[in-house]
């Protein structure tokens, strides 16, 4: 299994609310188009750090956590192929422009290691 995580911040000025508002009904679709036959898992983490809920502290420097799952490196490939084309590309920056402070976004390939923790 290997993983995708790209961070992503809202535009200026748009609020938390209309942001996933707008990721949940209209971006996560057009994700789910290309990435369907390919990821096995594709996953939004909204974030508020810790601190700011309790009125305190600076909120993250980025709004969203994705996360895509794909089975082996092939097919992750396949799906980046994809991805990149012309019409993919047209589609996913368009709605990006609405939604993202591109400039922000990063987007990393995970090698994850996980502790087996004993019961309590």
């Not at 993983?3 to 748009?14: A, C, D, F, I, N």
């Not at 996933?20 to 036959?37: A, D, F, Q």
Request: aromatic share 10%; no cysteine.
């Amino acid at each position: 299994m290997i993983k995708v995580v790209t961070l992503l911040t809202r535009k200026p000025g748009m609020s938390r609310e209309a942001f996933i508002e707008h990721y949940e009904t209209n971006h996560r679709k057009i994700g789910e188009k290309y990435l369907s036959g390919y990821a096995v898992k594709y996953q939004r983490r909204y974030l508020t750090a810790a601190d700011t809920a309790a009125g305190e502290g600076s909120p993250p420097p980025f709004d969203v956590l994705m996360e895509i799952w794909f089975p082996d490196q092939a097919t992750m490939d396949e799906a980046m192929a994809l991805l990149m084309t012309d019409a993919a590309q047209a589609e996913i920056v368009a709605d990006e422009e609405r939604l993202f402070d591109r400039a922000k976004i990063q987007s990393f390939v995970v090698e994850e290691y996980e502790s087996t923790m004993p019961a309590t």
